[in-house]
Nanobody
């Protein structure tokens, strides 16, 4: 089993920045990728960003490209999400995810481990 713990959520005004962090523990030696998803009230969980441990390739949703940056350290089993120029529509619960499945990393079904989530609220 793998346990994921997120930190860094909070409240910020539009245009501001937040940094989310996620630490993985447990059976992490076979991890293929880690990522971030978010879910706003009444909406489905959506992909935000991911990083592949094989080559540190990064993936971004179009809605956050150019504003968010994902980074991580496979040896330390950590991943971070730097969020800049935040918008009210970025308000959601943000979930860290990890996977040992060699599957599509931009879909929730590609992940088999999830954190409990951290709230991000952006005011206008």
């Amino acid at each position: 089993q793998v346990q994921l713990v997120e930190s860094g959520g909070g409240f910020v005004q539009a245009g501001g920045s937040l940094r989310l962090s996620c630490a993985a523990s447990g059976r992490t030696f076979s991890m293929y990728a880690m990522g971030w998803f978010r879910q706003a009230p009444g909406k489905e969980r959506e992909f935000v960003a991911a990083i592949s441990w094989s080559d540190y390739h990064t993936y971004y949703a179009n809605s956050v490209k150019g504003r968010f940056t994902i980074s991580g350290d496979n040896a330390k089993n950590t991943v971070s999400l730097q969020m800049n120029t935040l918008k009210p529509e970025d308000t959601a619960i943000y979930y860290c995810a990890a996977t040992n499945l060699r599957d599509i990393v931009v879909l929730p079904t590609g992940y088999n481990y999830w954190g409990q989530g951290t709230q991000v609220t952006v005011s206008s």
